[in-house]
């Protein structure tokens, strides 16, 4: 038994687990050590003067966590909420992010070979924020460097300044 678990091994270490999810039509998925949890949308706290796509902040288990609506971000699906609406929990960089999504579809397993490079186009996403692409199930769907997104200017959640302290 101990034979085959070692030959097992070196095909585990080479997947990554990813989490998809729904953004108005397209795929998308993001590596799944950076979800804390999955929970219904509930109203959030506004913040004055913050931009549309920050729905607010919730208290989670004593936690402040700024709820992004990634749909409004990259204006891709409707952006309606109800009993249906999702928000992924992430943990990213010492910080509780949440961020909305139409629906959550599957924990996916990849190796390096299943990943294709990302577009320099056609996607909501700017290409920096993509890890690649890939075909699972006859869908492509679409990586998300979630990490590099959630620290961007372009959402201003975490200052790089703070994160680099934590790194170092």
Do not use: C, W
């Not at 003067?49 to 409004?72: S, T």
């Not at 397993?109 to 490079?117: A, K, M, N, Q």
């Not at 990586?143 to 200052?159: C, F, G, M, P």
């Amino acid at each position: 038994m101990s034979d085959s678990t070692l030959q097992q091994s070196p095909v585990a270490s080479n997947e990554k687990e990813f989490l998809s999810f729904v953004l108005g039509k397209e795929h998308y998925a993001l590596d799944i050590t950076t979800v804390k949890e999955i929970r219904g949308y509930e109203a959030a706290t506004k913040i004055a003067n913050a931009p549309a796509f920050i729905k607010g902040v919730l208290n989670l288990r004593g936690d402040i966590v700024p709820i992004v609506d990634l749909r409004l971000k990259f204006n891709v699906g409707e952006a309606t909420y109800n009993e249906f609406t999702i928000v992924i929990m992430l943990h990213v960089h010492e910080r509780i992010v949440g961020v909305v999504v139409d629906g959550v579809s599957d924990v996916v397993r990849l190796t390096e070979d299943d990943i294709l490079p990302p577009p320099e186009f056609g996607v909501a996403f700017d290409s920096q924020y993509l890890l690649g692409l890939s075909e699972v199930d006859d869908t492509m769907v679409i990586l998300v460097n979630i990490e590099k997104l959630i620290t961007s200017d372009a959402l201003a959640l975490v200052d790089p300044n703070q994160n680099m302290s934590l790194a170092g």
